[in-house]
């Protein structure tokens, strides 16, 4: 992070528990990426989670592979460039990263396959298909090599087939390090294996899971294991354990001209065959993943926190300093007073549970529920802001009330809270138990948790079902109402309908009456109202006893609905994706799909959705066009798709 002070931004006016963005004066500056993959999505997600890096050596630019994309970083103009999903990369988790020695960037995806940079547009390098990549290295005439399950294969360039392809030697290779065709070294879960004579043969009769990576220097071969850092001399085959201060765990290492950096145990420090030279006595308190030499005394640091620079001085963080990366920056004073390499920052956490837009007089507020905190952005201003004392609470639901004063968050750990505007989140929350899913209607609200069904009546939660009532054997994850008389319940062994006035509760007949039901959503239909039901086995429609399936969507695992009232389609996340439904034939059929492969789309896991119509519909008359923006939160950031639709007038 640059080391100036920082002002605390304040747009609006705020409870005190709200906690605003850092502006710095002369920061780091970011410089977008000249084109896009696909032009109507966008994505939002941290890159502080770096799982590998490494540096360019012709330009001498640092590339980091991260949970939410690629990060590049120019150096010397202090300049850096995201690449997400919408840049084509498929999906935002990026495992591996590698620049060969002709420049060209290549990066490895969590889910599948290899991608390379032409033009500022990430595209598959189709000839290996959708392989998944365990990790990249470079060999000493900077050629690539990709390791796999299904083999190794060394690259020359995209647009031609592997120049040499190996068998697999057993496992997935952890790391790879190459001195030529026939001199190849690996470790995987059962130990380190070399490549000679056309073979792979591993270096110990015995297997050694205990491995995790590996680095060649001339005779000297490296190894990270889970007990400390290993030499072997290569011309005896000896092992030579670094002194005790390295026996730690060894989770990266780094060569230079005069030894290896290795991150072992939480320190950072250079080692030779004379010893290992710590950076400092202090452990760093997050998960060190990947480090690159910037020179002989100095080393970049890839954490699961962000970025460092280690060297002399020290090590200090070298962060963008900008939402998604850095929100809620405490204050320039806290800062100085604290040890260079504590000043972490809060971050977004890229687990996006729950959404909910609320709108306002003047501004629109997107919520956003993560497994680390409640964050809400503004959509007008783009303000990121992060809810201090719901900061690292695990957010399983979120919804607005209908009158857009109310905002109810439910809590994995700390049970159900209402916000406010202009009000501070109230110190004892409403209800204290987990809570999974809410629903509001015009004058009730209703939310279900592991012990049961709770409503809001006089302006107090009251359990109204306990968990042991329930006809099932299951726990409770949905709940939708429709007329006042009606509350659909969706829980892990059937569907149920609760009537408030009579306290009835039935289990639904059929299929619904014991499936695994994710999400509930009622919407209206002429003078009566149709409930969505998604379960583990597909999406159904209907009424209580009259319920049919879609087909299109059969056996996949429903996780999120909304309707779209303007274009009368719904937008339907799964496990495996995001389709849009319409009506079409009597029945309802796929309109689009979106997935990591051919959309902006961060995974293809849905966790949640919500829309916003940034033109508001009644001021729009029949035949205009509007901008709506779908917001969908995945275990890899939060994407957006824009689209424009026609609104049909009421």
Known sequence: MSSQDYRLDLPVPVGGEDLPIPVADAGPQEEKARDKAHLEWSNLASQRHIRDLTVDPVQGDLWLATGGGVLHWQLEENRFTRYASEHGLPGNSVVAVAVDGL??????????????????IWRPYRILGEIKVSCLTLDSTGRLWVGTASGIYAIHSPDRKPA????????PPRAMAIANDNDIWLCNAQ??????????????????????????????????????????????GKPHPIDNRTQGEVTALALTSQGVWAACGGRVGLATVAGWTPLGEKRLNTPITSLAAASDDEVWIGTHDGLLRGGTEGIRLHLTDTPPDVIGLPSGDWLRHQPKADRSPATFSNLVQALSVQQLAERSILWIGTARGLFRLDLFAENWR?????????????????????????????????LKQQTELEATPKVSEPILAITTGTSQCWAVGLDGLYQYKDSAWVQVIPVKELPVRGWLQAVAQAATDQVWLGTSAGLLVYNPDTGQLTTVSGTLGSADVRSLLVIPKDESELLWVGTTQGLYLGKFDNWEPVTDLENRTITALV????????????????????????????????????????????????LWAVAKPIAISRGETGETNLWVGTPCGLSCYSYNAIVRQN
């Open 164 to 171: 040499i392809e190996l068998p697999p030697a057993g496992h």
């Open 191 to 236: 130990g380190v294996y070399h490549f000679q004579d056309s073979r792979w043969v591993r270096s110990s009769d015995s297997v050694q899971p205990d491995i995790i990576t590996l680095a060649r220097q001339g005779e000297n071969l490296w190894l990270g294991t889970f007990r400390g850092l290993v030499r072997i001399d290569l011309t005896t």
């Open 103 to 120: 420049g060209q960037v290549w990066a490895a995806s969590e889910q599948f396959g290899l991608s390379y940079l032409k033009n500022d």
């Open 563 to 610: 309707w779209d009232g303007n274009t009368s389609s719904l937008w339907v996340g799964t496990d495996l994706g995001l389709f849009r439904v319409v009506s079409q034939d009597n029945g309802w059929k796929i309109a689009n799909e979106f997935n990591i492969h051919n959309s902006g789309l961060g995974a293809n896991r849905v966790n949640a959705i919500t």
């Open 386 to 418: 992060r809810y201090g004392r719901l900061g690292t609470q695990d957010i399983r639901a979120i919804v607005t009330n209908p009158d857009q004063e109310t905002v109810w968050v439910a809590s994995w750990s700390s049970g159900l809270h209402g």
